[in-house]
């Protein structure tokens, strides 16, 4: 038994290295080089412990942690999808929810079931976990693109009202991030790298 | 107080960004594409939560993936040593002492030290957390050199005793995995792509 699981779990740990070629739209800091989805997946993670101390509620680190790593694993057959894309929805398409099943079901069932629920509830948002997931998410392009003189938001002409409205929902994780968040916007707009 | 230590993890968060750009010796499976040293955190980060239960003793597992995400920060100072040098030290030397003052440094003091405590926890290898992550750290390049016909070994003229003697390691996080990756070892040697 435990050597069928094993199996089962070297076959999944293979197929995510495939994480590693999902490119995103924004950049590594003060740089050109596009960020990746397992490098972009390590360091929210590491920002989740960092900055665990300012959630607004009690948290399940662990869990968190396990939904970063495991949030952006879908796009291996779905892609990854730019969050100001007006055309393509983001969130648990079709397309998203079988290169879930796929890929999770690579695993064991009871870990496969464990993996789709803890990609479910960071896609649906409602529980503590999930919101300061989801505050790290929006956090971590917001200090790359003001890193880049705007970056995704010069190239793809996103403005102010477009930003706001995504990145709010970091107040949704934490109240002290989302204040540190909304200076760095607004200073954007000042020094003209994000337009009103 | 909270927006003080946030300035600082802000920092923090911000340099370890140069971690996505330290090269490993190891490839990607099949493939000729260097791992980073965020992407191999990552890759560890997740191996540690499918593969637990086949430790052999139990696990503080938020502990072991705080280790394996921050284990080669200090490589951003002190550069990626391979691991079959034979010329270099690689565990805890002077300069990544060094590194991890001044990278985890840029943490509020509680954080800084918390941090610099779990990465020598890792070095020194006694505790079962430390024991599990290392054995991480040595499974996930033999998947990659297997992927690669050999990959470093080949191209760095690394023989069957070396590579037993580094991934015997395994064996102190999981008689299981060793099991394993010890069948991987031999496969190799008679495939031809590991020379005794």
């Known amino acids: 038994m435990e050597t069928a699981n094993l199996l089962k779990q070297v076959e999944f740990i293979k197929e995510v290295d495939k994480l590693k070629y ?4 924004t950049k590594l800091l003060n740089s050109d080089r596009n960020e990746n989805d397992a490098e972009h997946s390590w360091h929210l993670s590491l920002m989740a412990i960092v900055l665990a101390e300012h959630t607004n509620f009690p948290i399940d680190l662990l869990k968190v942690i396990k939904m970063l790593l495991i949030h952006d694993i879908v796009e291996i057959d779905a ?3 730019f969050i100001y894309d007006t055309q393509k929805s983001h969130d648990n ?3 998203e929810r079988e290169a879930a099943k796929r890929i999770f079901g690579l695993l064991p069932d009871h870990q496969a079931n464990e993996m789709i629920a803890i990609w479910e509830e960071f896609e649906e948002r409602q529980t503590n976990e999930a919101k300061f997931a989801r505050a790290m998410d929006r956090f971590e392009p917001l200090l790359q693109n003001v890193s880049n003189n705007g970056g995704t938001w010069t190239e793809f002409g996103v403005n102010y009202d ?5 990145k ?6 934490s109240n002290t991030i989302w204040q540190y968040a909304e200076e760095l916007i607004n200073d954007s707009v000042d020094k003209g790298i994000l337009k009103k």
């Open 22 to 25: 999902i490119l995103r739209k």
């Open 79 to 81: 892609g990854d999808t």
């Open 168 to 173: 709010q929902v970091i107040q949704q994780g």
């Open 93 to 95: 398409t079709t397309e």
């Open 162 to 166: 477009q930003v706001y409205a995504k």
